[in-house]
């Protein structure tokens, strides 16, 4: 699914809740539906990963160019600081794999 349809998706979801056709939980699962769709068919500049392993990054999923940029994005956007060791450091052991 290329960007356009996404966003066509998303706005046939968003006027079906807004017509009352739709309540908001069923709206969240297509626009979510719509969204994993769009990962994982993803066809942009760097790849799509996802992490695994322990909280809060287990299951975060991220478009970077490399899997140490997917490292470092995965840590940003999880909202935890800095570098950590994989290996039983001071944060959250994971690895990161293709989506």
Known sequence: MDRIS??????????????GDADLAATERRVAAVLRTY???FDGDGDVFRAVGDDPVDGTVVVA???????ERVLATSGVDGERDPDGGDGP???VERF
């Open 39 to 41: 990962a994982t068919e």
């Open 93 to 95: 052991a994971f690895d």
């Open 65 to 71: 160019p490399s899997e140490p940029a997917a490292r």
């Open 6 to 19: 996404a966003i066509r998706n998303v706005e046939d979801a968003l006027r079906e809740f807004e017509d």
